[in-house]
């Protein structure tokens, strides 16, 4: 079938130029929110980083982080309460379905397929927090106030969910265990910290294995926190503590030596060699 | 003129002579260390609030040049009044830049890690060890090299300043064009076989406070690692986050951290905006200051110690052999 008319060959070049740049506003539908929970989210870990607020008031809530996804999981203890995924980068809020976010041992949790149970306005960073609305409520992610004072061994592993999982991947040399389970001087052992010291997040949890370990034993533990920027803090200036971690080490409470940094990195071997001589 | 006639008192000449030599490898040895990481010491020229007449970067360049030409003029025996008298202007520069640190420091103004890069930033100095060490090595030579001996070496003159002026353009050329040249494993602390437990900071003291890397970032005793020094308010940051969170997705069994000075706000909103697949931790800008002449530098290390670096972002592929 012949055309009545003919086309130039520039005009068909610029009609299919005109088609192609045009081409995404016949295939784009309406902007979406994006729904990133398509398949099972793994690897959420509880972490101490913070805690989290609801209308003013503190929410008992597990704070779980992704390390593939970055996303924060926020689950309530109040199985009636929706939990909260939060997405860094795009901002996004959603509430989960609570069928569909299973919390597991160790400290991990999942969330399954087809969990999100609505979509809420991003999130707004407001100094250190976060803050969101969910239905209506303010709900804010705040900074976790170090830990600050004198607490024992079973307090420590209770209040830290990262220092608990820490201290249960150590192993600790059973000898080194055994030699000093059977010192017979009273020992005791102040361990000066700081939540916020990327060290003591590595060393004091194998104290603790440590501490709970030679429970029975003449070895006394007992941990305290300092708060950042601690120069001035009483306690620190009384036992002349200028870095954390900072052991020090009394046998019939005469300091006998100290134990600093990384030298924890093996607690029962460090005080086998300060003690056992 | 006092110093002529002052130079020319009979003495013993070689004491003046070894003097002038001594000062002058003194002023070498720290001028090269500069010229390498011209920028930093600009900083801390803007640090002391120098840079009031004349732009920190020039007075920085202006500086090195001359400390290194009279430094050579002295090695060579050079000592004459146009090389006495801007030495003793030196001299004097010096030793106030380190005693006003010193008071600074004393009065609790500012830190150990504060001291002035006199030496660039390749040697670590308290304020006070800076004060003492540049008083005793700078003015006792420069005052026998100026007052003692038998004056002026005037034979081989010529040579002597032929040898000067190629050296001070050398060093000109050097400290110009060094930002621009891969001499970053000379210029900074961070090179390869280093172990990060020697990175640190601050006086090594009872009753001082001294921060290593190795406590700051403890993971890195154990591993592998990929680090990058950077700073989070840098215009470009978002390729440094691009470049590391495809580290951090692409390699198996290596950790992806980010260095930075920052405060608790500033790295909890970089996380909010980026959600960085890697670790983000705050280092002091005086720990960190010395790994870097520019942003950003990056290395890798295997069980504490350094294997790799590269002047800016790592490059694609694997950082591990």
């Known amino acids: 079938m012949k055309f009545g008319f003919s086309i130039s060959l520039s005009s068909r070049v610029v009609a299919a130029t005109l088609l192609l740049a045009a081409w995404p506003l016949f295939t784009s539908g309406p902007a979406t929110a994006r729904s990133p929970i398509d398949e099972v989210q793994r690897g959420f870990e509880l972490v101490d980083d913070y805690v989290a607020m609801k209308d003013g008031n503190d929410l008992e809530a597990r704070i779980y982080s992704s390390s593939a996804s970055r996303a924060i999981l926020i689950v309530p203890e109040d199985i009636m309460a929706p939990a909260v995924i939060l997405w860094p980068r795009t901002r996004e809020v959603e509430s989960l379905k609570s069928m569909k976010v299973q919390t597991l041992t160790g400290g991990f949790a999942e969330v399954k397929k087809d969990a999100v149970a609505a979509l809420h306005p991003a999130f707004q960073v407001v100094g250190t927090n976060v803050v969101f609305d969910v239905g209506g409520v303010e709900m804010r992610l705040k900074p976790k106030p170090p830990l600050v004072g004198l607490y024992d061994a079973p307090e420590m592993l209770g209040s830290s969910a990262v220092y608990k999982r820490r201290a249960e991947d150590y192993t600790p040399s059973a000898e080194m265990l055994e030699k000093l389970g059977r010192l017979s001087s009273n020992v005791r052992v102040r361990v000066f910290f700081g939540t916020w010291c990327p060290a003591c997040g590595q060393m004091v949890p194998r104290i603790l294995t440590v501490a709970e370990n030679l429970g029975e034993s003449n070895l006394n533990f007992e941990f305290y926190g300092l708060p950042k920027g601690f120069a001035g803090e009483p306690e620190a200036e009384r036992h002349d503590i ?18 600093q940094g ?16 | 003129m006092l110093t002529e006639r002052l130079a020319t008192r009979p003495g013993p000449g070689r004491l003046g002579l070894a003097s002038g030599v001594l000062l002058g490898v003194v002023f070498v040895v720290a001028a090269i260390p500069k010229a390498l990481d011209p920028m930093a010491f600009a900083e801390q020229i803007r640090f002391e609030g120098l840079d009031f007449a004349i732009p920190a970067d020039f007075l920085a360049w202006l500086v090195i040049v001359v400390e290194a030409c009279l430094g050579v003029a002295l090695i060579v025996g050079l000592r004459r009044r146009w090389v006495l008298v801007p030495t003793g202007f030196l001299v004097i520069f010096f030793v106030f830049l ?12 500012l830190d150990d890690a504060s001291a002035c890069g006199c030496f660039g930033n390749l040697v670590d100095r308290s304020p006070a060890e800076a004060f003492w060490q540049d008083l005793f090595l700078l003015v006792p030579p420069f005052l026998l090299a100026a007052f003692i001996g038998k004056g002026y070496a005037a034979a081989g003159k010529s040579w002597r300043v032929l040898l000067v002026t190629f050296a001070t353009l050398a060093v000109a050329i050097l400290a110009w064009a060094s930002p621009r040249l891969p001499l970053d494993d000379a210029a900074t602390r961070l090179r390869v076989g280093k172990r990060i437990d020697g990175f640190c900071a601050g006086a090594n003291r009872p009753g001082s406070e001294r921060v290593c890397l190795d406590i700051l970032v403890p993971e890195l005793l154990e591993g592998r690692h990929l680090v990058t020094v950077d700073a989070l308010d840098r215009a470009e940051i978002d390729e440094t986050v691009d470049v590391l969170d495809r580290a951090a997705t ?40 010395p790994l870097y002449r520019m942003l ?5 290390v295997e069980d504490g110690r350094v294997t790799r670096t590269w002047a800016g972002l790592p490059e694609p592929g694997p950082a591990f052999e």
């Not at chain 1, 020090?248 to 300091?255: A, G, H, K, L, N």
């Not at chain 2, 950003?296 to 890798?300: E, G, I, K, L």
């Open chain 2, 98 to 109: 380190t005693a006003r640190s010193y008071i600074r420091w004393m009065s609790g103004e």
């Open chain 1, 242 to 259: 200028h870095s954390v971690p900072t052991g020090v080490i009394f046998v019939d409470e005469q300091e006998v030596g100290r134990i």
């Open chain 1, 262 to 277: 990384n030298d924890w990195r093996s607690p029962e071997s460090a005080l086998w060699n300060l003690l056992g001589s």
């Open chain 2, 296 to 300: 950003p530098r990056s290395f890798a």
């Open chain 2, 250 to 289: 692409e390699s198996a069994g290596m950790s992806v951290w980010l260095l930075a000075d920052a405060s608790d706000e500033q790295v909890m909103a970089f996380f909010w905006e980026w959600g960085p697949r890697f670790e983000v931790r705050e280092t002091p800008l005086p720990l960190l200051r």
